[in-house]
């Protein structure tokens, strides 16, 4: 059974950072690509970054050069340091496992900006 759990969400202050973790189990973690999407309220669910399985990174043009996407391919994890968040970050976001044909979503963890 495939699994990915996101977690680290939360309530921060504009300026702010957090760092999001998603553990993955039930796939080969290394030859997937990774990435992380978020949808605010009203909204459609947008690409916030994504890594594939050799390290190459592609970031949404809202959220380059405050967010960076990693992964530890030993701890079957991707993490997504957030900083400078804006409230116009705030939203639910979700990480995503990308193989060939198949394709997984977590669950989603909340975060919010705001003073």
């Known amino acids: 059974q495939v699994q990915l759990v996101e977690s680290g969400g939360g309530l921060v202050q504009p300026g702010g950072s957090l760092r999001l973790s998603c553990a993955a189990s039930?796939?080969?973690?290394?030859?997937?690509?990774m990435g992380w999407y978020r949808q605010a309220p009203g909204k459609q669910r947008e690409l916030v970054a994504t890594?594939?399985?050799?390290?190459?990174?592609n970031y949404g043009n809202s959220v380059k050069g405050r967010f960076t996407i990693s992964r530890d391919n030993a701890k079957n994890t991707v993490y997504l340091q957030m900083n400078s968040l804006k409230p116009e970050d705030t939203a639910d976001y979700y990480c995503?496992?990308?193989?060939?044909?198949?394709?997984?979503w977590g669950q989603g963890t909340q975060v919010t900006v705001s003073s």
């Open positions: 995503h496992a990308h193989y060939d044909s198949l394709t997984y």
């Open positions: 039930g796939i080969t973690f290394r030859f997937y690509a």
């Open positions: 890594i594939t399985s050799s390290g190459s990174t």
